[in-house]
């Protein structure tokens, strides 16, 4: 089959499934991902037909150069969701998740060509204005303030109780949301992605939430984020506006998440890796590093569609069907037999993605993350991991791999108000 390029469609599979056709969020959740990925290979090669969910299928593609083929060329692998057939003549179907996730939005994730530029330039001129010390201090603030509620119990799952907090804390900071609108933001990011009920009404409520803020941001402006996309010489209009400050909210939501709790894992899991840091031999920001090559939070890339048939890695994909890289995959291959730490430093990494829908945050969201695992190392004091990093289950999902729960006991502090022991008394 290698030899020569294969006519296989998805069409063709999806109505002849057969058994063991790949589930994509096996892959995702495995305990070793990457003897998922050998056996995918050994039957399909480098492109393999995935599941999605409901009988809706991808290619996966899982080498590195193929991968950033498809990246840097929009016009052939576009994000558009009007190039996907099987959204558009119905078997993704509405009221499923992944109806929700592709469904067109007026910003720069989800559109192409001049429409794209015009939408990605006022992201990317937010960003770039951001006030980065300003920034460092709201999210330590944000930390602290959770890790303040936790630091007297002694266990904790940090996922629940922290990681899973941070990135919509940290956005609300960006917005310049007071702490109450700001805690209301952290709980509909906890049920928008909590994969229950919840979640359609927190979505609903946050949109609510996010055109009341882009009205006051109207009138009044301030020195944040939001108030930047608002007056920017680009006049988004007012859908622009929702649909660009939702993807904000939403886009580095799980990979933030992701990010933090795998390199605590990391730390506090990893015998060698955390004796070099508390040695001081190793700082955060390398552990941050060592994730994003080895095990990138970013494990998928959200789907892309065919515009017009054309072959890669073996396969000719036709017209209409979607393609997802398998990101994490292809960049710990790239790194294969090189030291295990300082290849943590090689630029060669597809984790904030590449071309044109490249993350705008990645500076961003290193600060966000790496003061996120200090304050962590800082407030609870003797932090160790609760059980082997083996047994730690994965997050059900298509796009970022990260443990579900993060259980650690550490030395409990005692809350500030709270009875004291008095020695004499005892
Ligand atoms: C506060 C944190 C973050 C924010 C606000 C953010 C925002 C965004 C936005 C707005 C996009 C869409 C860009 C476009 O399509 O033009 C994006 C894309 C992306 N982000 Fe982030 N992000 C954050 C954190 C992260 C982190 C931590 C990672 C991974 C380590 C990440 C990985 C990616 C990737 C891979 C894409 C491109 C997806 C693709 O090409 O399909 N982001 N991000």
Redesign the pocket.
């Known amino acids: 089959m290698f030899g020569t390029t294969s006519d296989v469609r998805l069409d063709d599979l999806a109505a002849n499934p057969g058994p063991g056709l790949p589930m994509l969020a096996a892959a995702t959740m495995a305990p070793d991902p990457d003897a998922v990925y050998r056996t995918w290979r050994a039957q399909w090669g480098p492109v393999v037909p995935v599941e999605l969910s409901d009988g809706v299928l991808a290619w996966l593609v899982l080498d590195y150069e193929d991968i950033k083929q498809i990246?840097m060329t929009w016009s052939v692998f576009s994000?558009d969701v009007e190039h996907w057939a099987a959204f558009q003549d119905g078997r993704v179907a509405p009221g499923t998740g992944l109806h929700a996730f592709f469904s067109p939005r007026q910003n720069?994730?989800y559109t192409e060509g001049d429409r794209r530029v015009r939408l990605?330039s006022v992201?990317d001129d937010a960003f770039a204005a951001i006030d980065e010390t300003k920034l460092v201090r709201d999210v330590r603030t944000a930390c602290r303030a959770l890790l303040a509620q936790i630091a007297p119990l002694g266990q904790a799952d940090l996922v629940a109780s922290y990681t899973a907090a941070v990135?919509s804390l940290?956005?609300a900071a960006m917005y310049g949301l007071p702490a109450h609108l700001a805690d209301r933001m952290r709980q509909y990011a906890t049920d928008i992605f909590s994969n229950t009920p919840a979640a359609v009404p927190a979505f609903v409520g946050l949109n609510t939430m996010l055109a009341e803020l882009i009205a006051i941001r109207r009138e009044d402006p301030g020195d944040d984020l939001l108030s930047t996309i608002v007056h920017h010489e680009h006049a988004l209009d007012d859908t622009e506006l929702l649909d660009t400050a939702q993807?904000?909210q939403s886009?580095?939501h799980e990979?933030?998440v992701a990010?933090t709790t795998m390199t605590l894992v990391h730390l506090l899991g990893d015998h060698d890796f955390g004796t070099r840091t508390r040695s001081g031999r190793l700082m955060v920001d390398e552990a941050l590093d060592n994730v994003?090559v080895h095990q990138?939070?970013?494990w998928h890339?959200?789907a892309r569609f065919v515009t017009g048939n054309t072959e890669l890695g073996g396969r000719m994909l036709r017209k209409g069907e979607a393609i997802v890289c398998a990101v994490a995959h292809a960049t710990k291959t790239e790194h294969e037999g090189a030291d295990l730490i300082w290849a943590s430093t090689s630029r060669a990494t597809l984790?904030?993605?590449a071309g044109?829908?490249?993350?705008?945050?990645s500076r961003?969201?290193r600060i966000?993350?790496k003061t996120a695992v200090e304050q962590a190392l800082i407030q609870l004091h003797a932090l160790k991991l609760d059980v082997p990093i083996k047994d730690l289950p994965f997050v059900p999902g298509l796009w970022a791999r990260s443990a579900a729960t993060l259980p650690v006991t550490f030395e409990p502090t005692h809350a500030p108000g709270s009875a004291q022991r008095d020695p004499v008394s005892v």
């Open positions: 990246l994000r720069a994730f990605r992201v990135p940290a956005v993807m904000i886009a580095g990979m933030s990010w994003m990138s939070p970013t890339t959200p984790g904030f993605g044109v829908h490249r993350c705008p945050a961003v969201s966000i993350t």
